[in-house]
Structures are given as C-alpha cells and as structure tokens.
C-alpha cells in the first residue's frame, strides 16, 4: 500500500467532522449555482399535482375565438384577453383587464347556475362563487400563469379545468 | 415471524432517520392519504431540487430533466395508495428518477448519434473552473480548489458527494443507495470517495493554508 492509498484509507475510515460539513456546505452551493433548478418548475410541479387530485382530466377544453389572445410559442400559456373554453358540460368565458399593475379577471358559466370558482396561480388559490347567473370575478389579482378550476354546485364531483392562460 | 435480531437494525434505522428527507416524505404521503395535501405540497419544494440533480446527474438534458422530475411526482401520486412502507418513498424517487433518466438520455443518444451530445451527458460537475457561469459561487481559492479536487475524482464519486451535499446527514445512506452505491458508501465513516477528495484537499496548499 503506497503512502497515498494509506491516507485515503485513513481519511475513509475516519468519522465525518467539521471540515467535512464546510465541503458539502461549499458543494451544495456550486452544484446549485451551475445548476439551478428553472424557475418555476416547483409551482409547475403544484399546478399538475393539484389537477392531477382533483381527478379532472384537463377536460377536453376547445379555445374559441382568436380576438385578442396571442399563443406565445415560448410557453404552453396563452396571452389572455377575452377567451372562451368550452366542454361538453360548461362554456365559460373570461376577460383580462389591467388595473394598477394587476389584473381583474369577469367570467360567465354557461349554462347558468351557482358554480364554484377556483383561480390557481403556484400554490396561491383564491375561490369564489359564481351567481344564479353564471357570472363571477376575480380582482387584484398577480399577472401570470393561471388556471380555473370550476365545480358546478349540481354536479361537484366533476370539475372542469381551464388550459393554463397567461394574465 | 419476524426474529428479534431482524427487528433491532429496523428500529435503529428509524431512530437514525431523525427528520430527514426519508422522514419528511414518509409523514407526507400518510398525510396526502388522510386528505391532508399541504405536507407534499411542501415536500415538492423541499425534494424537488435533489431530483432535478439526479437526474441531471445521469446526463438528462434540461428539458428532458423537468418532464422527468414532474413525471416521478405525478407518479407518486397516483400510486400512493399502493405504497406499502412510506418510509421508502424517497428511496423509490430517487431510483425511478434516476431510471427514468437513463432511459431517457439513451432514447435520445439513439436518435441522434452525436459525440457532442455524449460529451455533454457526463458533465456533470467536470466544467473546468474557468468556463463556469460568471453567477458560479467560486468565490475565494479555497472554493476554486474544492471545484478542482471535485472534478478529478471518478465519476461514481462526483455524483456520490455532489447529491449528498444537498441532503442532511439522515438521509446519506438513501442517496447513495439509490445511486447503486453500498451501504457506508458515506456516513458514519466518510467512505473512500470523501476520503480520496480530503486527500486531495489536505495535500492542497491554496486549501489547507487558507
């Protein structure tokens, strides 16, 4: 055994210490930093997690209308303005607005009645209740990726999910 | 019948899991069947960046790397009623990831027959200090040294340290057995690849004197 492999043996051997942590401290902070892991790929993570607990295949939902709505060929999100999902359940229709930096988001369910509303940006969900007329918003709302979630009072076990849509 | 001598080493692993990641995960997975989603919500946070360089480790493409990474948590969803010892979760993340990046990397070489690409796949962590991004911590000597020592080592080593760096000293043992080193690879003892890189470090003037 050379003086070399002699050392190593020992240092192998021997039990972690101080110095030990201060190298994986070091380590952890270049692999990160060479590395990192892309931004938003955590609340991506949340987003498909939160669809996949629902059970709601992200219902067949067909676009409607190519006013004012832009796909942007770098994400899977669409530029929202005025947008139209339909199923075969529900049509709902939503319009963006600015306001101070933020959004307000207006929609309206079709057919009419009291449905519960769910906007999911990340792990952030703010909910709502549409009225009798299928009408609800949303306001103060961050620009962003989101998504709808929708639950019709008469038939809650079967959620309707919206494409993610950029506002 | 479970005999006394196969019962003791189960209780003593428990009590050294302490609250590691395995432990973490373990309790989330309960929770998420008791209707509890938050744990696993908070899990995804706190996991997801040891996935993401496990499976980059294997030579995932970025891309391929996030379809991977959100594929293994999918999974788990969907298969969480059928996991018999939670405590096993993390171990079995790590190796679907780490598989499911093989399989990935090898589809990909397939199709396009690149020594480029085949270059690219094993580099993880062997960038020469000088070519890092200008955002790379390498701030002082000491750490310049570290990337160097760390890059010389051999390539099952790289990853051993570069992985368990990222986790707290319970969960050791799951990150190196699920990259398909031994148990003791690191942890009580430091093992031979941490051993061979203090070596290194401690035959480094620009380290040891600093």
């Known amino acids: 055994m050379s003086n070399d492999d002699a050392t190593v043996a020992l240092l192998a051997a021997g039990v972690l210490d101080e110095l030990d942590r201060e190298v994986f401290e070091s380590l952890a902070r270049m692999v990160e930093d060479t590395d990192p892991v892309p931004a938003g790929l955590v609340d991506r993570i949340g987003m498909a997690l939160t669809i996949e607990a629902l059970h709601a295949d ?11 709505l832009a796909v942007r060929t770098d994400e899977t999100s669409i530029e929202a303005g005025t947008i139209t999902f339909t199923t075969d359940v529900l049509t709902v229709m939503i319009s963006v607005h600015a306001e101070a930096g933020r959004v307000r988001v207006d929609g309206w369910a079709a057919p009419a009645e009291a449905i519960d509303v769910e906007l999911h940006q990340g792990a952030e ?16 709302i961050e620009r962003g990726p989101a998504r709808l979630v929708l639950r019709r009072l008469s038939e809650p076990t079967v959620p309707v999910v919206t494409p993610q849509i950029e506002l | 019948m479970m005999s006394d001598d196969l019962v003791e080493p189960v209780d003593t692993a428990l009590r050294d899991q302490g609250d590691g990641l395995a432990d973490q ?23 997801t960046p040891l996935l993401w360089h496990t499976v980059r480790a294997q030579g995932a493409d970025p891309e391929q790397a996030e379809d991977i990474v959100q594929n293994v948590w999918l ?22 990831a780490k598989r499911a990046a093989w399989r990935s990397v090898r589809r990909s070489r397939d199709e396009h027959v690149r020594q480029a690409a085949d270059e690219n796949a094993t580099e993880w962590l062997t960038a020469p200090v000088e070519d890092l991004p200008d955002s790379v911590a390498v701030r002082s000597e000491r750490d310049q040294a570290l990337w160097n020592h760390v890059r010389a080592l051999p390539d099952r080593c790289r990853k051993l340290l570069g992985l ?27 093992g031979r690849c941490l051993g061979k890189l203090r070596a290194a470090l401690d035959a480094d003037p620009t380290w040891s004197l600093s």
């Open chain 2, 25 to 47: 995960a373990a309790r989330a997975v309960l929770a998420y069947r008791a209707g509890d989603r938050g744990q696993l919500a908070a899990l995804v946070q706190v996991m």
């Open chain 2, 75 to 96: 999974t788990l969803v969907r298969d969480i009623e059928q996991i018999r010892d939670p405590r096993a979760t993390l171990q079995w993340m790590l190796v679907t």
């Open chain 1, 58 to 68: 992200v219902a067949e939902l067909r676009l409607d209308g190519e006013l004012a």
């Open chain 2, 164 to 190: 368990v760096a990222l986790v707290e000293r319970p969960d050791y043992t799951v990150v190196s057995q699920a990259l398909g080193m031994p148990v003791g690879s690191i942890g009580p003892t430091r």
């Open chain 1, 125 to 140: 969900v703010v909910s709502t209740i549409s009225d009798d007329d299928g009408r609800f918003s949303f306001v103060d």
